[in-house]
């Protein structure tokens, strides 16, 4: 099988995005913003289609995927404050964005086709999408054509309808020196282009119009860091330790390394990426001012808590009260849809920096130090990404506050200066002690149980960290537990999977909660 190595800032520490959900709010906003990129033109009417089975049917409004899907097909982006009211925006703007569901042949629970309309009314173009977690998305299918669309390379897409057509685009493709792949579909003939990030595109965009070309569409890279081809580079723990041994190296020196050698993208990028990661976790863990009463049903209380915390003589917890008040804040942040920063998910988004930010604050480092935390976190999590998920409605919450958890334990020693055998010790048994961890987001909302379980995951990132540090050996290395945990998700019921369909969501008081906040819903 062909590795498919996840970026650091692509996949991992990021989308920084609108909460509440990475991959239905962020993942979709992706989808729609290349599906806009492919389309080429202005998108006034589409039909965003949600296979039936799936978990969009039961999540799109309180995860975001309505405001998401819309916001990438007007030209908004993940990270851009809008989102959140890219609704009314488009409906002010006169566009037409209908929520459907039918029967896509189900492939995967956030499965989705959007099929984009002319003025006139007539389907123009078409797209299989899915979202997978993360924020991370793929395009598999262009007008009934097979495509591989992630956001992270540069393509066009040709296709012909006649012999001239063919012709045409030969020539055009000749006169650059283009590699290409063709596949032939219902008596047409797609080209697939790869382009450099560089490479001039006009002779191919001047086929567009031409006799026999029914379309030209261009992919652009929409994700912060362009993919080139890999060579000798570690996919996981195991090959990393063997590839670090004796250099001396720390983890954060060998995130940098992975990062440039699987993009486009240099050692003082890298450290820029990881600033600006750092200054939306920092401000994201303060919590929505005072004028922000409630998230979608539970009222914003982190300020309160702060306050009682103050108040209340516990008995000392070290650092750890405020690692509980910076993941509230994150969440109730996420969850009134204000920006953060998904790591890896925005179900998750609190754990990462409540343990790793608000320890090294706590610490009094300097941003450069908690930098190479952020990044140490990272790599753990990209190694996560190559050979398992972070998708709820692929592997349950294990694969999102578990992933972060193993991320910001790993965060957590490098910080404390510990060893990259440390660091992977100590994912590994964050990881491990969150095995089984199910998806049952209350309404198909990320605040009950999800603020609680960010709040948790911190906790057990930094014990984690802890206990390896103190001589503690977990014996399932990393990479073990990470396919583990991959396995295991595959083995849990759906039901238990972000579909609302179990665990909490179908306790009388969830489904009481559930009722009362779907009143309020557009029904599909």
Known sequence: MERVYSSIFNDVLG????????????????????????YGKDITQADVVFEELGSYPSTYVGQGSNFGFTGGLVGI?????????????AKEQGRKIVFKKASLGFKHPNQARIDVFAADGHKEFSVMTYSIGGGMFQITELDEFQVVIDGSSRQA??????????????????????????????????????????????SIL??????????????????????????????????T??????????????????????????????????????????????PPEESVKK??????????????????????????????????????NSCTHRIVAAAPTAGSSGVVPAAV????????????????????????????????????????????NGSASAMAAAGVVQLLNGTVEQSFQAASLAMQNMLGLICDPVAG????????RNVSSATNAIMSAYMVLCGFNPVIPLDETIITMGRVGEQLPEELRCTCRGGLCVSPTGCKITQEVEATRPKL
């Open 15 to 38: 989308p920084v995005m609108n909460g509440p959900s990475s991959s239905h709010s962020a993942g979709c906003a992706r989808i729609g913003f290349m599906t806009r990129c492919l």
């Open 77 to 89: 982006p993940a990270e851009d404050s809008r989102l959140k009211d890219a609704v009314s925006i």
């Open 157 to 202: 897409f040709i296709c012909c309808e006649t012999s001239e057509g063919i012709a045409l685009a030969e020539a055009a493709l000749e006169r650059i020196g283009a590699a290409r792949s063709t596949q032939r579909v219902k008596n047409r003939t797609l080209y697939t282009v790869p382009l450099t990030r560089t490479q001039n595109c006009d």
């Open 206 to 239: 001047a086929l567009r119009g031409q006799p026999g070309i029914s379309f030209v569409r261009i992919a652009e890279v929409i994700m912060p860091v362009a993919r080139k081809a890999v060579k000798d580079v570690p996919f996981n723990a195991t090959e």
């Open 241 to 286: 330790m063997t590839y670090a041994a004796g250099s001396g190296k720390s983890l954060w020196e060998l995130a940098v390394e992975y990062e440039c050698g699987i993009g486009y993208v240099t050692p003082e990028q890298v450290q820029n990426l990881a600033q600006h990661t750092l200054d939306v976790m920092r401000a994201a863990v303060i």
């Open 295 to 332: 998230m979608e049903f539970l009222p914003c209380r982190c300020r309160e808590m702060e306050t009682q915390y103050q108040k209340i003589h516990f008995p000392d917890v070290g650092v750890l009260g405020r690692v509980m008040l910076a993941a509230v804040g994150v969440m109730e």
């Open 357 to 400: 930010v608000t320890l090294g604050n706590q610490m009094g480092l300097p941003d450069e130090e908690i930098r190479k935390g952020l990044l140490a976190a990272g790599l753990v999590g990209a190694f996560i990404a190559n050979q398992a998920t972070f998708g709820g409605e692929v592997g349950a919450c294990q694969a999102e």
């Open 445 to 452: 909302l990320t605040e009950i149980p999800c603020i609680g």
